[in-house]
């Protein structure tokens, strides 16, 4: 079946510019997770959904993240006024419920910022 | 703070030897230990994944052993092959109260022909 799906799969963006990326989750899976992996580095955890529900937040490293899922499916990771810094692979995870944890990753889309 | 440490950052290792990867973790409270492996341009890929109340698993070529008292867990990949050359990561969560993963750094693995 089909796996986790992210678009655009490259972006590159001047700094100051507005991004979003998109993420197609397995059908039917009820959490999803936006992870950033640095170049080099393993995934830090950005943000948590329950179906349309922003449980977690935490990780989001500023005001200029915001993540969305208004439906319980597809989600939206928008990062205004983009900054240098923001160079990184932004991972997205699915995970059906009673499966104890497994997450699904997709490609992730890799994101530069001039 | 790192929340899962990982070694060693690279690894090579000859076609049909054991590759061994290390994590060590200090919250009591992580339930669940998955191991992923990552191509380069790929996300991460499930391997195998352990919970507390068992000390090994085994699925295939690959190996989780896991001691609850040292905090501590391990990746065993036998006979590797050069397939196997990729980048791992641990990671470890506690379903309970949350199911965001916290991952170890990497460990970079070259299996020579």
């Known amino acids: 079946g089909a796996g986790v799906s992210q678009s655009p799969r490259y972006k590159v963006a001047k700094r100051g510019q507005d991004v979003a990326l998109r993420c197609d989750p397995i059908s039917g899976h009820v959490s999803l997770f936006w992870y950033q992996q640095a170049l080099g580095q393993g995934p830090e955890f950005l943000t948590y959904?329950?179906?349309?529900?922003?449980?977690?937040k935490s990780g989001l490293p500023s005001d200029r993240f915001f993540a969305e899922r208004p439906e319980g499916s597809v989600s939206t990771l928008k990062i205004q006024r983009t900054q240098q810094e923001d160079s990184a692979v932004y991972l997205c995870a699915s995970s059906p419920a009673g499966e104890g944890g497994t997450q699904y990753f997709g490609p992730g889309t890799r994101l530069l910022v001039l | 703070q790192q929340q899962v440490k990982q070694s060693p950052q690279s690894l090579i290792v000859q076609k049909g030897g054991i590759s061994i990867i290390n994590c060590a973790y200090e919250n009591t409270a992580f339930d669940y230990f998955p191991w992923y492996q990552q191509f380069p341009g790929k996300g991460p890929a499930l391997l195998i994944a352990?919970?507390?109340?068992?000390s090994e698993k085994k699925e295939g070529r690959f190996t989780i052993s896991f001691n609850k008292s040292a905090k501590q867990f391990s990746l065993h990949i036998m006979d590797s092959q050069p397939g196997d050359s990729a980048t791992y990561f641990c990671?470890?969560?506690?379903?309970?109260?949350?199911?965001?993963?916290?991952f170890g750094t990497g460990t970079s693995l070259t299996v020579i022909p």
């Open positions: 990671a470890a969560s506690d379903l309970l109260t949350g199911n965001q993963f916290y």
């Open positions: 352990i919970r507390p109340d068992v």
């Open positions: 959904f329950q179906n349309e529900a922003q449980l977690d």
